[in-house]
């Protein structure tokens, strides 16, 4: 297994994951100063951001089912686990965008190739937020 993002595990068949890009950003306020640069101060950790490319060979290996689930998952909103296949855990992510390009199309119309690339963004685990609304009066 290279990787597994919710209920899709991606393999070198027939689901390839074939790269992926990781940021983390800083977030900073600016401070008015009359007559001065704006200083910039720390407010905590900004967001942390995946793109991942993958490939299909569905007339070869299949995987579309694989693709059906990834589109499934996008579109109900909710948190999904990701985790690298040495086991590293990456934590909850949502999945902001899926885009697929297929080529060199077969007769049903499905590429030969399809490319898909990912956005992903972390999140808090489910019923996280939710949990710490209830209780964040009790320790005021």
Do not use: C
């Not at 899709?8 to 990781?22: K, L, M, S």
């Not at 948190?79 to 297929?102: C, F, N, T």
């Amino acid at each position: 297994m290279l990787m597994m993002l919710g209920p899709v595990r991606f393999e070198i068949v027939p689901f390839n994951a074939t790269g992926y890009d990781h940021a983390h950003e800083a977030a900073f306020v600016e401070k008015p100063v009359l007559g001065a640069p704006m200083p910039l101060e720390y407010v905590g950790e900004g967001a942390e951001t995946w793109g991942l490319r993958a490939k299909l060979f569905p007339d070869r290996f299949g995987g579309l089912s694989a693709l059906d689930r990834l589109e499934q998952a996008r579109r109900a909103g909710q948190p999904q686990y990701m985790m690298r296949g040495d086991g590293a855990l990456m934590g909850w992510v949502v999945i902001e965008k899926v885009s697929e390009r297929s080529s060199w199309l077969g007769p049903g119309g499905v590429g030969k190739i399809i490319e898909i690339d990912i956005a992903l963004r972390r999140t808090t685990a489910p019923g996280a937020a939710s949990y710490f609304a209830i209780f964040s009066g009790v320790f005021q």
